[in-house]
C-alpha cells in the first residue's frame, strides 16, 4: 500500500451500565498509527469508530448484540458499520462457557481496505481462573472463519495473504 507503519495504538474509553434488564457498553476508540510515512497520496490509516453492545443473561445463557460504527474506517474506506450477535453457555461443566458468534462489516468504499462488507464466525470455549487478592485469568480456544476470498485477503502486490481462512486460536487474558 505504500505505508511504512511502526506501530498502532488504540485509545478507547467507555461506560458500562444497566438498563432494562440489559447490561450496555458504549465505547469509543481512536486507532492511531504511530510512525505512519504516507507515499504517494494514499489515504490515512487512523480512523475512530463508536461501539454499543447490548447483553443480557437467561439462566445459563447470555445473548449479545454489537452494533460499530464509523464516520471513515480504516485507509479512508468511507462510513462503516459492524454488527455482531452471539451467546454464550455456561456449560456447568468444571467451570466452562460455550460461544459462538456471527458478525457482518459493511464499507462504504471497500475497495480502499482491500476486503470489507464480508462476514465472519466462531465458537470459543473459555474458562476463568480467580488468583485471591490479584484478579482473573481468562483463557479462551477459539476457531473463527471469513467469507473474505484469498484474492481479496489485505491484497499486496497484486496477491492476496493467507491471514483470513480459518484460525484456531488460543488466548490469554487477566481482569484486575
Given amino acids: 500500500m505504500g505505508y511504512d507503519v511502526t506501530t498502532e495504538i488504540d485509545l478507547f474509553g467507555g461506560i458500562r451500565f444497566p438498563l432494562g434488564g440489559f447490561n450496555i ?3 469509543g476508540i481512536w ?12 489515504p490515512r490509516l487512523d480512523y475512530a469508530e463508536a461501539i454499543l453492545r447490548a447483553s443480557r443473561s437467561l439462566g445459563p445463557v447470555t445473548i449479545l448484540a454489537t452494533l460499530g460504527a464509523s464516520p471513515n474506517y480504516f485507509a479512508s ?10 451467546l454464550d453457555w455456561q456449560t456447568g461443566f468444571w467451570g466452562l462457557t460455550l460461544g459462538g458468534r456471527l458478525a457482518h462489516q459493511m464499507l462504504q468504499r471497500p475497495a480502499n481496505f482491500g476486503a470489507g462488507n464480508d462476514s465472519w464466525w466462531g465458537v470459543n470455549l473459555t474458562r476463568d481462573f ?33 491471514i483470513c481462512g480459518a484460525r484456531a486460536l488460543a488466548s490469554l487474558g487477566f481482569r484486575f
Fill in 77 to 86: 474506506s468511507g462510513t462503516g458499520f459492524y454488527v455482531e450477535g452471539g
Fill in 31 to 42: 486507532y492511531h498509527y504511530a510512525g505512519l510515512t504516507r507515499r504517494g497520496g494514499q
Fill in 130 to 162: 480467580t488468583i485471591e487478592a490479584m484478579g482473573t485469568l481468562t483463557a479462551t480456544l477459539s476457531y473463527v472463519q471469513t467469507s473474505i476470498a484469498h484474492e481479496h485477503c489485505v491484497p499486496i502486490a497484486g496477491r492476496g495473504q493467507d
Fill in 25 to 27: 457498553d458504549l465505547q
